[in-house]
Nanobody, 122 residues
Framework: QVQLVESGGGSVQAGGSLRLSCIVS????????MSWYRQAPGSEREFVSR???????TYADSVKGRFTISFDNPKNTVYLQMNSLKSEDTAMYYC????????????????WGQGTQVTVSS
């Protein structure tokens, strides 16, 4: 069973920054493929960003240029640095495992964290 523990959410004024963290339990010798999603009240959960096992990154258009995803292998931690925050970034943010590369073998499994709240006031 994989556990994901998120932290770093909070309240900030528009234009401010936050850094979210998500610690993944598991083998630190593997390369994890991770994503961040968010869900605002009354809205569907939406994709924010992804980092694959080879450190390739993708972003939703709405956060491109403002958010940066990264992964610290020794700590098994994925980060989401969020700059120039806007009120529309207000949401519960969730990290998710997509799978991991252990050597040359891909293991797909889907786990979600419990979420961390981000509130941006204008």
């Amino acid at each position: 069973q994989v556990q994901l523990v998120e932290s770093g959410g909070g309240s900030v004024q528009a234009g401010g920054s936050l850094r979210l963290s998500c610690i993944v339990s598991g083998d630190t010798s593997c390369r994890y493929d991770m994503s961040w999603y968010r869900q605002a009240p009354g809205s569907e959960r939406e994709f924010v960003s992804r980092i694959d096992g080879f450190r390739g990154t993708t972003y939703a258009d709405s956060v491109k240029g403002r958010f940066t995803i990264s992964f610290d292998n020794p700590k098994n931690t994925v980060y989401l640095q969020m700059n120039s925050l806007k009120s529309e970034d207000t949401a519960m943010y969730y990290c998710k495992t997509n799978g991991r590369w252990c050597g040359l073998t891909w293991y797909e499994y889907i786990y979600w964290g419990q979420g961390t709240q981000v509130t941006v006031s204008s």
